[in-house]
Structures are given as structure tokens and as C-alpha cells.
């Protein structure tokens, strides 16, 4: 190698080209090759080169084929095909990150550490590489390339709700089966590309997708390995693999690679989550998205020096460990354990004499174990090789025919031609071994034919379980722009071609629950073909539609009629929400600004009507000052404020301001500021649903029945649903305020010091029963104290009497003998001495209410802290209800008035 020879290192994420300027610096060679991870991508490659420079002068080296012209000059491999000593002007080796790859990392490290062209070496790769590559690579160079495209996150979305031309990535077979079974019903289909397919049935595959037969790509993380496919977004449906040994989660940079398919040359690409797969944290997703990773400090390694001399001088050279602190040892791969088993059983043991023997057996034990089954059928297979090629120098034609005719059958399911196909590969890179088979011309051509006929009968059996054929078709005549037969009745029925396949719901399609899943995408989109003039006249109609044909649920859904059109969103205030229109994307923009419009105009006036006094109040520009603010605080709380919470700021109304505020309707209640107008039940069913939007609840609390005094609290309300709701809580049931506060004037001028009890007119204005009004007054800050007495009945009429007949007994009633004993009492006797029958009194219930003077007891916080606030003394209780200031000294409320406390009670309570 001269000293013109030049080592660069071609460094960057995906989508950058790196590639593609291997290629272009190889040919710019008279000889070169280039080492690939994968046999996939290795033959995508072969066909590039071939189509720039034709089949004569390039070769195709992998496991399991070999395609070598006599007059090669570029070679296109696997890395661990790739021929020593070749002597070629070029050599690149892809994804040179595989380095620290525990299963094929110290095949890479040793194209990193020995591989070289006579005039440029190129290594392909990620960022993480280039501080190890400095310290291994001395004499290397740098290039880094930026991404064409860019990469971001998109979350996390069902396989449902997937955009066309993803690709969804699974990291087993029956992950992989399941999602493609799952888009087939959803979507109409998937193409399925997996490391384990050969390159026709890939091929097959990849070019459904790519033409557009099926827009869904099923992938293990084969696809991030350089192969070019048409993706604009990648979802993975797991975070961690089986790598051989045990499950473990994927690195970062392992997720970006597959990730960074997503985006072809310019156009940008994006990576989210699907299924289980948990969604990404931030750190992650500004990793990936950024090309910023932990960089590679130890690659895999395997001493190349091997000694032959006898297997257990060759496992003892395959054993060794380096000295070199930025390379680890590999773990034992298949051929080292295959090694130890063979060299130990006694019949191979005895054939081994040379180093000739050791350098054959160390080959045979080199067969990868396609089938995957366990290492003791995989040893006794390549033990029966050895022997074969040691005892006849070739495998026999007779047993090798033997166990292709066995494999080369194409019925069975999936799973039975994945196999076979596994079980071809072990036969197909026999025969490309030099000198191992007689004609190996004919066995080439026969594995190869058997792998084709496979790799038909595979991709014919993933198209029938994975792709609906009508669908595809159909799909293809919609991208070719052919016409379909479909139509709209005017019942919002939709058809195509003769076929239901769903309503009309408002302005979305709702597709037919009983038509065949394997169908919808395809008859979606026809059906949309058919809406769309459709979508056109309904928006009109709707748009010139009274409000009287448009209404709101209490769950906030906007209704057309039958059909929801829409939805109440937050606003920037509590009296000026958005709204959001239900419109089919497919439906066109026009047609959603229209429906966006028309249901805007219908809540604003809505609001308007409803809202009137509150609105006027708020454009009210003759309110200044203290007054104008707290009409701001009364139309932020919707027209409800409880007044222990604003009383300081009612004592700084003068009358002025007051009477101003009055005039707009509000009424200064003892317990509730507030306009009676807004307790109508229609202007109450929209607060709640206004209230409810801007609290961002999850579910919105239903409006009281109108023409209730009184409700059963409703328990787990959320905060402030009661007053919304036009009610004040006390104890277990909620009083409507305006009725409050007419209950609050019979109470004013009731003695609560020494007992008062309840009038009827205080009953009737809540329409409770006494033992419900008692609870009530509890929940006001009194105490209740029942009792029991003889019920008066009324006396009889009896006719007057003249004075003079007045018995002296009747008159003087201290006269009259009383009994002297309890049984007396209890038994009166008649003038005979026999005892007479009297009826048992009646007793009525009836309760005293006193003002609970003392304080109530306060529940800890979270911390030990009491919640709530003390109450106040007698001298708050006075500025607590600021409207005696407005009385007549005769009328003041008194400082021990219950009022006044009930109000600061009621505060402490909320």
C-alpha cells in the first residue's frame, strides 16, 4: 500500500448518502469491494452496479450466493464474505457501528483493524464511531454528512390511526404476523420484509409497497441497515429484541438507525410508538432526532492469528483475550461452540491429524445455523459434513439430493415455507463453497432454483394472509384516478360500487360496521370521492341554518339535528370559548372553515341571548373605578360570586357604585352576589357547560332540574359545581341563593340567642320538611336542638254561659284536687271508683335553632396544617356583611346577629 492510499471514514446519521458515495468512489476505481451488513442489502447494491456497469465485471459474494464473472473488477459482499488478500484499488466497509455488535461485531472490528484498498479505504458509519476509529485508525480521515431530511417525533398513535407509508417495526415473528394481520383488517393490507427472507421474496415484498399496492411496510429491524424504501414514518412496536441470548432493551443509537428511514433524500420523516410500546422520553427523542449519542468505547473482538495445528490449539486461539482496553473479547459465537462439540465426539477426534484437517473442520464449523434449531442437531449436522468432505473430499450428490427433495415442496402455511427456505440456505452456501460439491455449477443453480420456488410460494402466502387482492386493486384504479361507481343517497347512505359502505353522519364518514374490514381503506377512499360535492352542499345548508336547528349537549357536542358537528373548546375567557368542528379531513379545508364558522357564530350569540345583562354590564362604560373592577370579577365568575370571598371589596363599594351595579341586575345578597336573571335554567345549563370547559374536567356535571328550591348535594362534586349550578350547599342538601337569601330575611328577625324555631313560611319558601330544613340550618351554622311536646288540638265551640253558672272549681283551677301519686296520674277514676279511658296525646316534633358560637373544629392538611380559616369574632362578623352600612340605625344588624356568623360559618366551611 503506498502512501497515497488514503483511509477515510464517512460518518453521519441516516438518510445522508453515505452509500451511495461508496459506490460512486468505488467506481471511480479500476477495482474495488464493498462489504455490506446484510444479504439484502448487499444485492439492492449488485443491482445498482450492474445497471451502472452490466453484469460482466461485477460479482456477488454472500453465504449463500455467488455470482463471480470472469472478468470482475467490483465486488459486492457481506462483511463476513468478503475475500482476503484481493489486492483492490477500493474497499468500504457499511455500517462500520456494527463493530460493537455482540453477535457480528469482531467480524466487523477485523475489517476495521486489517482490511485495506491499495488506494482508498472507506468506512460507512455512525458519529459514535469516530473517537474508537481515532485511537484504532491512526492514519483516518474524516467526513461527515448531514442529513438531507429532517427526523422528529410524532408520539405515540394506533395502528389505526397510522399515516400512510409507514413502516411498523417488530422485533419477533409472531409480532410481525400479528400487526400485518391487524393492518390487513384496518388498512387493506402490509408488506412484510424480514432479515430471514431471501432477496426474491423481499423483492416481491418491498415492491407491493413501493408501487403503491398496499401503503403499510411490516419490518423487523432489517430495514435499518441502509436498505432505500419510500417511508415517511417509522413506528416502533416494541424497544427490545431477543439478541440471541436473552431479551434486552435497544440503545439509542440502535433506535435511530431504524428510526432514520423514515425520510427519503429530501423529504422529511417522522418516528413515533404504537401498540405497548411505551412513548419516548424527551432525552431520547432530542437524541435521535438530533444525532447526538454516547460514543463507542469498546468494539467486539476475535483474535485473527488462528494456529492449526490441532483444535485445541485453534479453540485456544479463538479463546484469546487482548490486551488492548478498547476491544473486548467476543462472547463465544455458534462456530466456536460447534468447534468444542465436534472436535470432542470420538469420530471426528480421530480424523483430525493435520492442519489441513483442523483448517476443514474450523470451515465446516463456519456454516451459520440457518434452521435454528439447538446446537447439538446443528453439531451432528456439521459433524456428518466433516466426515464427508474428510473421507470423500466432496458431500455426496446422493445425499445431498437426499435433503433438498426433502425441503423443496411449496405447500404448507407461512411458517412451513419460512422454515424450508431457513433449511435451503444451509444446502445453498454448501454448494457455493469451493471444492465441497462435484458439480457445483449444477447444485448452485438447483439450491438457488428450490430457494426461488420457495421464495415464490412465501410471498404468494404473505399476499393472501396479509393483502386483500380487491382492495388492491381497487386501491391502484384510485391512485391511476379510474373511476368508480359510487353514490350518496339522501339519507346520507353511501355506496360503491352497489355496496354499502356506510352513513353520512353530519360532515364524517361513519363506515359500515358490517362491511368486510379487509375492504375499508379502499372503500373509504372511494366513498370520499363520492362525498366530496356532497361534503359542499351540506356545509352550505348548514351554514344558512337557524340556530333553532343547531343545539348543545351538556357534555359540550354541538348538534346538527341528530347528527354532532362539532364541540365547546376553552377560550381565553371563561364567556368567550372556541369551538372545534367534527369535519373529515377528507372533506376539504373550505368545508371546515365553514362548519368552524357557523358553530362559533351559533355559542357567541348563544352566550349573547343567554348572557345578555352580564354582557351589557361588561361593555359598560360608565362603570368606573372599584365599580368597573368588580363588575370584571362578577362577569369572570359567570354572574355567581359567594360573598365571603369578595367582602372585602364590597365594603369599598359606596352607594354610587352600587347603585350602578344594581341597575345591570346584581343583587348584594348576604350570602351570594349575584343576577337573579342567571338562575333561569337555560342560562344555568350553559354556565355549568362554560364553567365546566374552562375547569377542563373530564367529565362535565349535569344542570339541576328546573324549579327546584332545594337538591340533594351532589357528593364529589367538583369544586364550585353548586354555586354554577345557582345553589349554595348546606348539609346534605343544596339551597337554590335567590331562595337563600329570602330565607335569610325571615331569619334576620328571629332571636338566635335564645332559640328560635322554624315558621312555616320559612318551610315553604325551601319546601323541605322540618327534619330536612334542620340539616339545612346545621349546614348554615346553627344548632338544631330537637324536642317532643303534646300537640294542641283544637278546642271545642261550647256556648257561653252565664257568670253566676261558673262552677268555683272551674274558676279557680289551683283549687282543684290533684293526684297525689304517678298511678293516679296515670289512672284517673270515675265517681264508681272504676278507672276511665282517656286517648293517648299526640306528640309533635318540633326543633329550636341557636347560633353555634363555638369554633369549629378544623380538619389537619397534608402536612398537619388545619385546613380552612378560624372564624372570625363577633367584630369580623360585622365587616363580613358590609350591607348594614346601607341600613337605618333601628335596622342595623345587631354584632351577634346569626347572620353575620352564619355568613362567616358558611366561609369557614368553603
Known amino acids: 500500500m503506498g502512501e497515497q492510499a488514503r483511509i477515510t471514514a464517512v460518518l453521519g446519521p441516516t438518510n445522508t448518502g453515505k452509500t451511495h458515495y461508496a459506490i460512486e468512489r468505488m467506481l471511480a476505481h479500476r477495482t474495488g469491494v464493498i462489504g455490506l451488513p446484510l444479504r439484502l442489502l448487499a444485492r439492492e447494491v449488485y443491482d445498482k452496479i450492474v445497471t451502472l456497469r452490466g453484469p460482466s465485471v461485477v460479482a456477488l459474494v454472500t453465504g449463500e450466493e455467488r455470482i463471480v464473472p470472469a472478468r470482475v473488477q467490483y465486488w459486492v459482499c457481506t462483511v463476513e464474505a468478503m475475500p482476503d488478500g484481493m489486492g483492490v484499488d477500493f474497499l468500504a466497509v457499511d455500517e462500520i457501528q456494527l463493530c460493537a455488535d455482540p453477535e457480528r461485531g469482531h467480524v466487523f472490528t477485523d475489517r476495521l483493524l486489517r482490511a485495506r484498498g491499495q488506494l482508498e479505504t472507506l468506512f460507512m458509519g455512525a458519529s459514535t464511531m469516530k473517537s474508537v476509529i481515532a485511537d484504532l485508525v491512526p492514519r483516518a480521515q474524516y467526513l461527515y454528512r448531514e442529513r438531507f431530511s429532517e427526523l422528529s417525533y410524532s408520539g405515540s398513535k394506533k395502528i389505526s390511526k397510522m399515516p400512510p407509508r409507514s413502516a411498523i417495526v417488530g422485533f419477533s415473528v409472531e409480532n410481525l404476523y400479528a400487526i400485518a394481520e391487524l393492518l390487513r383488517r384496518q388498512k387493506g393490507g402490509a408488506a412484510v420484509v424480514m432479515g430471514a427472507l431471501s432477496p426474491r421474496t423481499r423483492n416481491a415484498q418491498v415492491e407491493m409497497y413501493q408501487n403503491g399496492d398496499v401503503d403499510y411496510l411490516v419490518a423487523t429491524d432489517a430495514i435499518g441497515m441502509g436498505l432505500n424504501l419510500d417511508i415517511d414514518h417509522v413506528a416502533f412496536s416494541g424497544l427490545s429484541k431477543f439478541d440471541g441470548r436473552r431479551m434486552r432493551a435497544l440503545a439509542p443509537n440502535e433506535l435511530a438507525q431504524i428510526a432514520g428511514r423514515a425520510g427519503r433524500h429530501m423529504s422529511d420523516g417522522t418516528f413515533g410508538v404504537t401498540g405497548e410500546a411505551m412513548p419516548f422520553d424527551d432525552g431520547l427523542v432530542d437524541a435521535i432526532c438530533n444525532h447526538r449519542f454516547a460514543p463507542l468505547k469498546k468494539l467486539q473482538w476475535r483474535n485473527a492469528r488462528l494456529e492449526f495445528g490441532s483444535a485445541e490449539r485453534l479453540i485456544t486461539s479463538l479463546e484469546q483475550n487482548t490486551d488492548d482496553p478498547r476491544l473486548v473479547r467476543v462472547r463465544d459465537a455458534d462456530d466456536l461452540l460447534a468447534l468444542r462439540s465436534i472436535s470432542e465426539t470420538g469420530d471426528v477426534r480421530q480424523k483430525i491429524g493435520s492442519a489441513k484437517d483442523v483448517r476443514l473442520l474450523w470451515d465446516v464449523c463456519r456454516i451459520p445455523d440457518f434452521r435454528g434449531i439447538s446446537h447439538a442437531e446443528h453439531a451432528a449436522l456439521l459433524a456428518q459434513i466433516f466426515e464427508y468432505l474428510h473421507d470423500l473430499g466432496r458431500v455426496p450428490d446422493g445425499w445431498l439430493a437426499a435433503q433438498i427433495k426433502r425441503i423443496d415442496r411449496v405447500d404448507g402455511d407461512i411458517d412451513t415455507l419460512s422454515k424450508r427456505l431457513a433449511y435451503i440456505r444451509t444446502w445453498t452456501y454448501v454448494a457455493q463453497r469451493s471444492g465441497w460439491v462435484d458439480d457445483e455449477n449444477h447444485w448452485r443453480e438447483a439450491t438457488r432454483a428450490v430457494e426461488d420456488r420457495l421464495s415464490d410460494a412465501l410471498h404468494n402466502a404473505l399476499t393472501q394472509r396479509f393483502v386483500d387482492r380487491r382492495t388492491s386493486i381497487l386501491l391502484r384504479r384510485l391512485k391511476q384516478k379510474e373511476g368508480l361507481v359510487a353514490n350518496v343517497n339522501d339519507k346520507g347512505e353511501v355506496t360503491v360500487e352497489g355496496e354499502f359502505v356506510g352513513r353520512l353522519e353530519g360532515f364524517r364518514f361513519s363506515q359500515d360496521k358490517t362491511a368486510s374490514p379487509d375492504q375499508a381503506k379502499t372503500l373509504r377512499a372511494a366513498a370520499f370521492q363520492a362525498l366530496a360535492p356532497e361534503f359542499h352542499l351540506r356545509a352550505d345548508r348548514f351554514y344558512n341554518a337557524p340556530d333553532t336547528e343547531i343545539d348543545y349537549t351538556e357534555q359540550g357536542g354541538l348538534m346538527w339535528g341528530a347528527y354532532a358537528v362539532g364541540k365547546v373548546m376553552a377560550g381565553d375567557e371563561a364567556t368567550k370559548p372556541s369551538v372545534e368542528a367534527f369535519v373529515d379531513e377528507e372533506a376539504g379545508s373550505d368545508v371546515a372553515e365553514k362548519v368552524n364558522r357557523r358553530l362559533q357564530h351559533f355559542i357567541d350569540r348563544k352566550i349573547a341571548t343567554l348572557f345578555e345583562p352580564l354582557m351589557a354590564m361588561s361593555r359598560d362604560e360608565t362603570l368606573t373605578g372599584i365599580a368597573r373592577g368588580f363588575a370584571f370579577r362578577i362577569v369572570e365568575a359567570n354572574g355567581l360570586l359567594p360573598r365571603e370571598q369578595v367582602a372585602a371589596e364590597v365594603k369599598e363599594l359606596d352607594q354610587d357604585a352600587r347603585g350602578a351595579l344594581r341597575k345591570h341586575g346584581i343583587r348584594f345578597g348576604q350570602f351570594t352576589i349575584f343576577m337573579p336573571i342567571l338562575l333561569k335554567p337555560a342560562a344555568t345549563r350553559l354556565r355549568l357547560l362554560l364553567w365546566s370547559i374552562k375547569q377542563n374536567l373530564s367529565e362535565f356535571p349535569e344542570s339541576p332540574p328546573p324549579g327546584l328550591v332545594t337538591i340533594p348535594a351532589v357528593k364529589d362534586a367538583p369544586e364550585g359545581y353548586h354555586l354554577m349550578a345557582g345553589y349554595r350547599q348546606a348539609g346534605e342538601r343544596a339551597i337554590r341563593v335567590d331562595m337563600l337569601e329570602r330565607l335569610a330575611d325571615l331569619l ?99 326543633y329550636t335553632f341557636t347560633w353555634a358560637r363555638s369554633k369549629p373544629q378544623v380538619k389537619a392538611g397534608a402536612k398537619g396544617k388545619p385546613r380552612g380559616k378560624p372564624k372570625p369574632n363577633r367584630a369580623s362578623h360585622q365587616n363580613a356583611v358590609p350591607v348594614q352600612s346601607r341600613l337605618q340605625k333601628k335596622d342595623r344588624i345587631d354584632p351577634d346577629n346569626p347572620f353575620a356568623a352564619a355568613l362567616m360559618g358558611l366561609r369557614n366551611k368553603s
Open 748 to 846: 334576620r328577625t328571629e332571636d338566635s340567642r335564645n332559640g328560635f324555631e322554624a315558621k312555616p313560611d320559612m318551610l315553604s319558601i325551601t319546601g323541605m320538611t322540618l327534619e330536612q330544613f334542620s340539616d339545612l340550618m346545621k349546614g348554615l351554622g346553627y344548632n338544631a336542638e330537637r324536642g317532643e311536646r303534646d300537640k294542641i288540638k283544637a278546642e271545642p265551640v261550647v256556648e257561653a254561659v252565664e257568670p253566676a253558672e261558673i262552677s268555683q272549681e272551674s274558676a279557680v283551677p289551683e283549687l282543684v284536687d290533684k293526684p297525689e301519686t304517678a298511678e293516679e296520674a296515670e289512672s284517673p277514676a270515675t265517681s264508681d271508683g272504676e278507672a276511665e279511658q282517656v286517648e293517648p296525646v299526640e306528640k309533635e316534633v318540633f
